[in-house]
């Protein structure tokens, strides 16, 4: 695996009052969660890196800000292409 190497100033653990352990683990999640929330990887694979099931990283994606869902999508719009793609199917089987 490949390691990733943030610089911090030593006087941040103690602000935080976290250990180095503690930090790096807040810090992979972070990356873990933002690459979620880009789109660039599944839950399922971010939950594997982080060593946890799916459904816990879904609980930490609340603690984040992130949503579960893609907000991005359009409902409507993809609920008026699947009714066009059904009609396409009973015509073509007709």
Request: proline letters at 2%.
């Amino acid at each position: 695996m490949t390691t990733l190497h943030i610089d911090y100033p030593e006087e941040l653990l103690e602000q935080i009052e976290q250990s180095k352990e503690d930090l790096e683990v807040l810090a992979r999640e972070a990356l873990l969660v933002r690459l979620y929330d880009l789109g660039k990887i599944s839950s399922g694979k971010a939950a594997e890196l982080l060593g946890m099931p799916r459904w816990v990283f879904l609980d930490v994606l609340g603690t984040y800000g992130v949503s579960v869902f893609d907000d991005t999508q359009d409902v409507g719009a993809e609920a008026q292409l699947a009714i066009e793609a059904s009609r396409f199917q009973h015509k073509s089987a007709d």
